[in-house]
């Protein structure tokens, strides 16, 4: 399975998101520290969950965090996330 | 008094700098472009700043993760408190948060 396939099945299981896109963005940083020659290693999360409300940015992002903790730990070298609840996509929309 | 030494370090950048970041490389030579994100956003906003650049100590890289439960670098601390990583400090400096974090903790900057 892919790593974002992996992302995107663990955000789920983990957060039920009302809303999520993983993007792949290791193209942006091809033999770059960090970078595998295989590809995805960098990613970018947009989520949207219930799981945030009255959540501050640190306490949102330990959650994605920790739901992906085994990918962090491994293939993943970055990960940029940007965690919302269902009003405050609505409103960004 | 921690079980992991680099702890000791970590406390000690955090007590002893009002302004922390953890990162790759230095400010002047940013070796990863998180790093160099969150610099661009001190620099622009007058703070002064301690850069610790843990590509230069191991224990010290592998140790900011537990120490913050955060898995990522860069990370920054102010007047000892986690403020985030590179997407935080982001969003928080365009929401104005960030300026007014620091003001709050009374920590200079260039007034805007």
Redesign the interface.
């Known amino acids: 399975m892919s790593v974002s396939r992996r992302i995107e099945e663990k955000l789920i299981a983990a957060l039920a998101p009302a809303g999520l896109e993983v993007v792949d963005q290791s193209d942006q940083?091809a033999g770059?520290?960090g970078a595998r020659p295989e590809g995805e290693s960098h990613f970018a999360v947009i989520i949207v969950a219930e799981a945030f409300r009255g959540r501050n940015?640190?306490d949102r992002?330990?959650l994605v965090?920790a739901a992906l903790?085994d990918e962090?730990?491994g293939p993943v070298h970055?990960?940029?996330?940007?965690a919302l609840t269902p009003e405050e996509a609505e409103a960004t929309a | 008094m921690s079980e992991n030494p680099a702890f000791d370090t970590i406390q000690g950048e955090i007590d002893q700098n009002d302004v922390v970041l953890f990162m790759k490389g230095t400010p002047v030579f940013p070796q990863c472009g998180f790093s160099a994100a969150v610099v661009q956003v001190l620099t622009h906003m007058g703070v002064k700043f301690k850069g610790v650049d843990v590509l230069a100590d191991e224990a010290v890289r592998q140790g900011i993760k537990e120490f913050s439960n955060w898995p990522t670098i860069p990370q920054l601390y102010v007047k000892g408190e986690f403020v985030g990583g590179c997407d935080i400090v982001r969003e928080m400096f365009e929401a104005g948060e960030l300026q007014e974090t620091l003001k709050d903790k009374g920590i200079e900057t260039v007034a805007a």
């Open positions: 940083h770059h520290a940015r640190v992002q330990r965090n903790r962090l730990a970055a990960l940029s996330i940007k």
